[in-house]
């Protein structure tokens, strides 16, 4: 029970687990890794990341490519600047 009271303490991450996983496969992607590459991080056959991630790579084609860290880094501060309370509603 103390864990659960502390899950319902924590900020909620938009979106579901899978968004979660679909942006990091994506993310990984845009950063011109391998299919292979990211297949092996979502613990998928080549065949299967590149019917589900296809789409990404042809939308990618002529972006400049983006280090995957630093954009989730840029989210996570994002995310965590409109969880921050403002002085008005602190007051």
């Keep these: ?3 659960s ?3 319902r303490q924590r900020p909620r991450v938009p979106g579901r687990p899978y968004d979660l996983r679909h942006s990091f496969a994506s993310l990984l992607l845009h950063e011109g890794r391998s299919v292979i590459y990211v297949a092996r991080q979502l ?16 939308e990618l084609d002529d972006v ?12 996570r501060g994002m995310l965590a600047d409109t969880e ?7 007051a």
Excluded: F, N
């Design 84 to 90: 921050r309370p403002t002085r008005e509603s602190r």
């Design 5 to 7: 009271h502390v899950a």
């Design 64 to 75: 400049p490519r983006i280090d995957a860290e630093a954009a989730i880094a840029e989210a």
């Design 1 to 3: 029970m103390k864990q």
């Design 43 to 58: 613990g998928h056959d080549a065949r299967l990341t590149l019917s589900t991630y296809g789409h990404v790579i042809d």
